[in-house]
């Protein structure tokens, strides 16, 4: 999805557009995002690849009934810093989006 999307903002020639990661943190089939064992990789890829995407962060949703858990929320917490470990980034310059507006409660806790 990332090349194809940075095809897509090189066709329009405009700026490099900010994008983030969307990892699945709470392993429900139900939600879309990667595994996170695997946000180093596209984090990397798309920073080395996709000239016309640039990498800002990490997002994750929270479980449909608002139930999410703060492990859910760690999880992508600690996804940031293996990703700047990694990409020798500040975690400053990694955001972070977690939750909805029934579970951001729960996000806020981990921060």
Do not use: W
Not at 20 to 43: F, H, R, W, Y
Request: with cysteine; proline share 5%; hydrophobic share 35%.
């Amino acid at each position: 999805m990332a090349n194809v999307l940075n095809r897509v903002v090189s066709s329009l020639g405009r700026n490099p557009l900010n994008v983030m990661v969307q990892v699945n943190t709470s392993g429900e089939a139900s939600k879309s995002g990667i595994n996170p064992s695997d946000c180093v990789g596209l984090a990397e890829h798309v920073r080395l690849h996709c000239p016309n995407l640039k990498f800002s962060g990490l997002m994750t949703i929270g479980m449909p009934d608002y139930t999410s858990t703060p492990e859910n929320f760690k999880t992508l917490l600690n996804c940031r810093a293996k990703v700047c470990k990694e990409l020798g980034l500040s975690e400053d310059h990694c955001e972070l989006s977690m939750g909805m507006s029934g579970d951001f409660e729960q996000a806020l806790q981990v921060v």
